[in-house]
């Protein structure tokens, strides 16, 4: 790896449940080929996870972009769905908009954006209602 580093790009289908996690098991694959310490790559296996099912859940998709660096691995998820109404509600354990339907699927228990938070370093939220959300997390090395 350069220091230019390594980017991933991925695109997060919003009507396949099926296939939400793609991404972060791809991620995961690449980081350990890359020899990347076990505990760094859980820690972003599983923001991205939880980033990805709120995109098929809340925003009908969007997409990953994992810039992988040296000393830092930055993963930047957008969506252009309904956006998030009052971030600080978003982020309570337990808090969740989703529908029954999806409830009733296992998702959905508002640990989402609260796990994203808690498995990496910094986390940064960019949100409007009716345009989208941007979320940028590191993981330092």
Do not use: C, W
């Not at 230019?4 to 396949?16: R, S, T, Y």
């Amino acid at each position: 790896m350069t220091d230019a580093g390594i980017n991933f790009h991925f695109d997060v289908d919003g009507e396949d449940f099926s296939s939400a996690g793609a991404a972060s098991v791809e991620v995961k694959k690449n980081l350990r080929q890359l020899g990347f310490p076990p505990d760094v790559i859980r820690k972003v296996a599983i923001a991205m996870y939880e980033g990805e099912i709120n995109m098929v859940i809340h925003a009908n998709g969007g997409t990953a972009d994992v810039f992988v660096l040296p000393d830092e691995i930055t993963m930047v998820l957008r969506d252009q769905g309904p956006g998030i109404a009052d971030v600080s509600l978003a982020m309570q354990e337990g808090f969740s908009t989703a529908r029954d339907n999806i409830r009733s699927l296992g998702f959905g228990a508002g640990m989402g954006l609260p796990n994203m938070k808690k498995y990496t370093d910094a986390m940064e939220i960019e949100t409007e209602l009716g345009k989208g959300t941007k979320i940028v997390m590191r993981v330092k090395i």
